[in-house]
């Protein structure tokens, strides 16, 4: 070992583009189905969206705007737990893989009894 001190950032750059490419891959409803709650957000936003385009143009009770701006969030949610649940995953790729190259590069001495 070199006695560097490893590197305990939260955010490196490899981890997050990584993170942001599978956010949006897991929006994929055969990989949220996996998470229940996370694939039932994504449903009402699918739906809340669709309702907000159809009521572009139309006068009635309910404002688009309003609507649309509930699809926002219920996106940003969706996209925000999957941002946080790669981040999760690259950390604990990065973190296996460092205990693997530790393991490679660590010499022992064995003392005589």
């Known amino acids: 070992m070199d006695g560097s001190k490893p590197n305990t950032r939260l955010f490196t750059g490899s981890i997050v583009r990584r993170a942001i490419v599978d956010s949006f891959r897991k929006l994929n409803p055969r ?7 996370m694939f039932v957000v994504a449903v009402g ?4 969206t669709i309702q907000g385009i159809l009521l572009i143009g139309r006068h009635g009770a309910e404002e688009p705007s309003f609507v649309l701006g509930v ?18 995953e690259g950390r604990g790729r990065a973190q296996a893989e460092s205990l693997r190259q530790a393991r490679r590069d660590l010499m022992a001495r064995r003392l005589a009894s």
């Not at 936003?45 to 809340?48: G, K, P, S, W, Y």
């Open 31 to 37: 990989v949220e189905v996996r998470n229940p709650v």
């Open 71 to 88: 699809a926002a969030w219920l996106w940003f949610t969706l996209l925000f737990a999957n941002f946080a649940e790669a981040i999760a």
């Open 45 to 48: 936003a699918v739906l809340t």
